[in-house]
């Protein structure tokens, strides 16, 4: 296909305000990327949208398989995944169980904006 670029799962984006750390989820607009190095405001870093990542979570929590994950970017001292929907953005489901406590999780990313 003429058109076609490349399959997306990892790009390129500008550092926002606050700059980037590697593996700790952002949201760049209405887009969340997991970004694979860290990079200061301004300067260009590459970014996983889609795929499966290791990302911090609420601790407190144990995830089954496929339960709809979210992006707590409020959470203190750094962001966190959750399964509480109120407030936080969608971004894709867990792909492994994770214990209660434990204090990371797989999520299988789904690269949609909302």
Known sequence: MKTYAHPGEAMTYTTPAGDVVAGTGVLIGALFV?????????????GQVEGVVE?????AQAWTEGVKIYFDADASP????TT????NT???VAAKVAANPSSTGF????GAAR
């Open 90 to 92: 969608l971004v894709g």
């Open 78 to 81: 750094a962001p966190v995944m």
């Open 55 to 59: 990302h911090a979570k609420v601790s």
């Open 107 to 110: 999520v299988r990313l789904d």
């Open 84 to 87: 509480t929907s109120g407030g």
């Open 34 to 46: 997991v970004p694979t190095v860290s990079a200061e405001e301004g300067d260009p870093f590459t």
